[in-house]
């Protein structure tokens, strides 16, 4: 996903790295919605928050990625800016902590309705390739232009 320009402070990610992260989100987060365990979506909360502190490149699925997939992956390397996925990163970190604080307030409705709606983004990303989170950026970045 483009955002039309380049940009020198923007930096380019392998495109195919946030779907992989995000297929690992959707396993994560089921197991966290099966659970309702809040170690799971802690964990996950950190992962997202790792993407949204260092770079899509230096978090936490990132390094996977780019050490164990990336190097057995053939042809051309598709890339994309960091932007709209970073930003899909701080919306998921937002839910999961949503969720995080719904399991230790003892809230399960909270916990489950946002760690439903984590998923429901995740899985969307790594089944069909559609980042709900990066066209919310896109959107954001129409309104504010």
């Known amino acids: 996903m483009s955002l039309g320009t380049k940009s020198e402070s ?6 195919r790295g946030p779907r992989y992260s995000a297929a690992l989100t959707t396993i994560v987060l089921s197991a ?21 502190l260092f ?11 780019r050490n164990l997939i ?3 992956l053939l042809g051309p390397v598709p890339s994309e800016y960091e ?17 995080l604080i719904g399991g230790l307030a003892g809230n399960s409705a ?10 429901s983004a995740a899985f969307l990303n790594a089944a069909f390739g559609f980042c709900l ?4 950026y896109l959107i954001l970045i129409r309104i504010l232009k």
């Open 32 to 52: 966290a919605l099966i659970t309702e365990s809040n170690l799971i979506i802690g964990f996950q909360f950190t992962v997202f928050l790792s993407a949204v």
């Open 10 to 15: 923007v930096p380019l990610i392998d495109a």
């Open 83 to 99: 932007s709209a996925p970073r930003f899909a990163q701080l919306i998921g970190a937002l839910f999961a902590f949503t969720a």
């Open 55 to 65: 770079g899509l490149r230096r978090s936490i699925y990132g390094l996977l990625y």
């Open 133 to 136: 989170g990066c066209q919310i």
């Open 110 to 119: 909270l916990f489950l309705i946002a760690t439903g709606l984590a998923l």
């Open 70 to 72: 990336q190097p057995r």
